[in-house]
């Protein structure tokens, strides 16, 4: 059984241009979680995604970040105009129901660099 | 608001000694705890969590946490280090039964164990 899947496992990017980051949730998981990771710090939510829908975006920055989970294929995190201050690890979060009584199974996370 | 302390930034611990990494919380309504370990470059782990039940839970790799609701704690333990339990690890809470699906992590604790 497949762990969370995310790709690429290291972005590197130029001031400006875009990043996209995707995850794959474990099967049999519908709802998926993004939390970003600055260096020497805990993780912060940024979004929680069910298929198709949006449930909780308190976490997401207002300008350049989105992020969707559409009905077939992985979640996407997508970052427009990067800056320096993006450069982080991105993790990526599945459970198997939006229950507080579950269990976040995270993947092996994305590390943005921005040059 | 919730929120998640661990006091120490580094605990060092001999090979074969009992270890302990602090933490403590804070929930408006009743926490839902767990403890996450991360290996460098690597997502984060599952150890083990609290939802109600038996104060003392027990989790992989031989750790366990004791849940103290009066001094609102949630020390994860081992009886005797190993050298491959170092690694960074991360106490987070939820709010049970609460619709908010974000975990609150802490900051980390970064364990080393001396051989």
């Known amino acids: 059984n497949a762990g969370v899947m995310q790709n690429p496992r290291h972005l590197v990017r130029r001031r400006g241009q875009e990043a996209r980051l995707r995850c794959s949730p474990m099967?049999?998981?519908?709802?998926v979680y993004w939390y970003r990771q600055l260096p020497e710090e805990g993780l912060k939510f940024m979004v929680y995604?069910?298929?198709?829908?949006?449930?909780?975006e308190s976490g997401m920055p207002k300008e350049r970040f989105s992020a969707e989970f559409p009905k077939e294929g992985p979640s996407i995190l997508r970052i427009q105009q990067v800056v320096r201050g993006d450069s982080a690890a991105y993790f990526c979060?599945?459970?198997?129901?939006?229950?507080?009584?579950?269990?976040?199974?995270f993947g092996p996370g994305t590390r943005l660099t921005v040059l | 608001a919730q929120s998640v302390a661990q006091p120490e930034d580094q605990v060092n611990v001999a090979e074969g000694n009992p270890l302990t990494v602090k933490c403590t919380y804070s929930v408006s309504g009743n926490p839902y705890l767990f403890w996450y370990v991360q290996y460098p470059n690597r997502g984060l782990q599952f150890l083990l969590k609290?939802?109600?039940?038996?104060?003392l839970v027990k989790g992989s790799y031989g750790f366990e946490a004791e849940f103290n609701k009066s001094q609102t704690s949630f020390h994860l333990k081992k009886p005797s280090a190993l050298v491959s339990d170092s690694a960074l690890y991360f106490c987070?809470?939820?709010?049970?039964?609460?619709?908010?699906?974000?975990?609150?992590f802490g900051s980390g604790t970064r364990l080393s164990i001396r051989p």
């Open positions: 979060a599945s459970s198997p129901t939006g229950a507080s009584t579950d269990t976040q199974y």
């Open positions: 995604l069910q298929k198709e829908n949006i449930i909780d």
């Open positions: 609290y939802i109600t039940g038996d104060n």
């Open positions: 987070a809470v939820r709010e049970l039964y609460s619709s908010a699906s974000k975990i609150i």
């Open positions: 099967k049999g998981h519908s709802h």
